[in-house]
Nanobody, 127 residues
Framework: QVQLVESGGGLVQAGGSLRLSCVFS????????MGWFRQAPGRHREFVGA????????YFADSVKGRFTVSRDNAKNQVSLQMRNLTPDDTALYYC????????????????????WGQGTQVTVSS
């Protein structure tokens, strides 16, 4: 059974940076595209960014484009979300997710395309 465990969340001031990590276990990591989603209080969970199985293709929501990057280390079964220039609007519970949909270069960006989810890690940005 695939398991995803996120870490790295915390409290940061506006303009600061955080790096989230997600460790994958229980399956073949390279069979999955990896995504990050977030959910703020009172809001639906939304797509943040994702990386293809091949490590070569990434895609981001407009709200984080240019500030967030996603990388994966297929040797360590790990995916990371580097967040820069954070604002209070980035405050949310951040989830790592794995998708077996599509081929090597596909980037799923809908919740329904993801098979497995982590428990989430809280990011709070103070103004």
């Amino acid at each position: 059974q695939v398991q995803l465990v996120e870490s790295g969340g915390g409290l940061v001031q506006a303009g600061g940076s955080l790096r989230l990590s997600c460790v994958f276990s229980g399956g073949t990591f390279t069979n999955y595209a990896m995504g990050w989603f977030r959910q703020a209080p009172g809001r639906h969970r939304e797509f943040v960014g994702a990386i293809s199985r091949s490590e070569t293709v990434t895609y981001f929501a407009d709200s984080v484009k240019g500030r967030f990057t996603v990388s994966r280390d297929n040797a360590k079964n790990q995916v990371s979300l580097q967040m820069r220039n954070l604002t209070p609007d980035d405050t949310a519970l951040y989830y790592c997710a794995a998708s077996s949909r599509g081929d090597t270069y596909d980037i799923p960006n809908r919740e329904s395309q993801y098979n497995y989810w982590g428990q989430g890690t809280q990011v709070t940005v103070s103004s």
